[in-house]
């Protein structure tokens, strides 16, 4: 079965330091892996996903994530914190394409706060 | 590019009450998925259609929930009778490719 760990409850950076939020993943064959960002009252954004190719993927807003099979990971990463960046953050993973159903499973969420 | 619609955004019922939330997708999404948001938790699938056909309704309470996608377009999420762990935030989303498109939501609190 298919299945996503967020370790973190929370992480608390403070603004212009380097941030991580973890991610491991379990799922038979070769995984697409995607973060999500929910702000308060709204859906949730797109911010990278990885299908396959560079281990390091670049998305949205300065963040990034790096996929390592062999740790069963997909940390996200951002070089330097905003205030702006606190929300809840989500990693997801699907089944590969050739797999009927595409749904998202989804971890638990990591609620990163940022202090100016 | 116009994103997910969702409608109502908050809607707050009685138990037992029936209740429907409507979904637009961004046009040419072929799939179309709506999800369930309990609280402190990810996001959990419900249903999803590819154009008006399902192919994944596993984890629909079908008892009490249904859902249609009439003409492959816009979506029909239905409860009836809505029970107190229904509280929640329904999503729905589109995809073309890989990626899935999040619309707002509609936040349901069953009293």
């Known amino acids: 079965a298919q299945s996503v760990a967020q370790p973190e409850d929370q992480v608390n950076v403070a603004e212009g330091n380097p941030l991580t939020v973890k991610c491991t993943y379990s799922v038979s064959g070769n995984p697409y892996l995607f973060w999500y960002v929910q702000y308060p009252n709204r859906g949730l954004q797109f911010l990278l996903k990885?299908?396959?190719?560079?281990?390091l993927v670049k998305g949205s807003y300065g963040f990034e994530a790096e996929f390592n099979k062999s740790q069963t990971s997909f940390h996200l990463k951002k070089p330097s914190a905003l205030v702006s960046d606190s929300a809840l953050y989500f990693c997801?993973?699907?089944?590969?394409?050739?797999?009927?159903?595409?749904?998202?499973?989804f971890g638990k969420g990591t609620t990163l706060s940022v202090s100016s | 590019e116009a994103g997910v619609a969702q409608s109502p955004r908050y809607k707050i019922i009685e138990k037992r009450q029936s209740v429907a939330f409507w979904c637009n997708p961004i046009s040419g999404h072929a799939t179309l998925y709506w999800y369930q948001q309990i609280l402190g938790q990810g996001p959990k699938l419900l249903i999803q259609f590819q154009n008006n056909g399902v192919v994944d309704d596993s984890q629909l309470p079908k008892d009490r929930f249904s859902a249609e996608r009439l003409k492959g377009v816009d979506s029909t999420l239905k409860i009836q009778p809505a029970k107190l762990e229904d509280s929640a935030v329904y999503l729905c989303a589109s995809s073309y490719g890989p990626e899935q498109y999040f619309g707002p939501g509609t936040r349901l609190t069953v009293t």
């Open positions: 997801a993973v699907r089944a590969p394409a050739n797999q009927a159903g595409t749904a998202l499973i």
């Open positions: 990885y299908i396959t190719g560079d281990n």
